[in-house]
């Protein structure tokens, strides 16, 4: 566990001038919502850049994945690592979500401020907690999810390195496998009781959309309140490709990968 804990501590160390500058620059967006709100006179204008960052964190989580990931390619450390494939990949993963879930909670904070202080001009006209909490948690398993194929096709990438005949058009490999792999998926959700498994099987009931209006002197935003069944198969399934590709990325690592 000790040594774990190291691991993680290297993996901080090592990323987190990356997450201060990003951190740096959602105030510096919401200060720039500020002006640009107070120039319009539409206070609720900060409060759609918040939203935009919010979307954001969606590629914020697999980037300082990649960041971690270049690093220890550039420094070869985990040829000589004692930890097992699964420990080195896991503390990345770890660390980028204390990361994104930390910086969610700032824009969070940043939120709340705007709806206190511009009470009469908030996009929401009460305080949208539920759909907060929903919005944090997509934009995470969205991050989350393309943090696995990062991790999956960077260590396919460089695992194609030990073999001559490819390194050199390695990724020609990486983009025929990404076409084949989307290509197997649409060609079994064009299979008609496939198609009816994974959307009609198991739903759940949620809003059918996200309104967002601005007028001259107002804006808008919520969610609406016609409910929709929404299918929870295809996440499922994503879920257990994610975990396979995560096992074999350790596998690969395990192999001593060098970059």
């Known amino acids: 566990m000790n040594a774990f804990k190291g691991l993680l501590w290297k993996d901080f160390k090592t990323s987190s001038i990356w997450f201060y500058g990003w951190i740096a620059i959602v105030f510096l967006i919401f200060v720039i919502g500020l002006v640009i709100g107070h120039y319009v006179h539409e206070p609720s204008v900060t409060q759609i850049f918040l939203i935009m960052i919010g979307v954001f964190h969606f590629a914020f989580l697999p980037g300082i994945v990649c960041s971690m990931l270049r690093v220890e390619g550039k420094t070869q450390l985990w040829l000589h690592s004692p930890h097992s494939g699964f420990k080195l990949l896991l503390s990345k993963l770890i660390i980028a979500f204390i990361y994104s879930t930390l910086s969610l909670l700032v824009v969070d904070i940043l939120g ?11 996009l929401f006209s009460y305080w949208p907690i539920k759909e907060g909490i929903l919005f944090n948690l997509g934009v995470t398993i969205v991050g989350l999810y393309f943090s696995g194929w990062t991790i999956f096709l960077w260590t396919l990438y460089h695992s194609l390195s030990k073999y001559p005949s490819l390194k050199n058009i390695r990724w020609i490999v990486i983009a025929g496998f990404i076409i084949v792999y989307q290509s197997a998926v649409a060609f079994l959700m064009s299979i008609d009781w496939v198609e009816r498994l994974f959307f009609e099987t198991f739903t759940v009931k949620v ?8 007028g001259a002197n107002e804006a808008n935003a919520g969610f609406d309140a016609e409910m929709i069944p929404f299918p929870v198969m295809p996440f499922l399934f994503e879920g257990m490709i994610m975990i396979i590709v995560f096992i074999i990325s350790c596998r690969l690592l395990d192999r001593k990968v060098e970059v």
């Open 112 to 122: 709340v401020l705007t709806m206190v202080i511009f009470q009469e001009d908030s």
């Open 207 to 214: 809003s059918s959309g996200f309104f967002f209006s601005v």
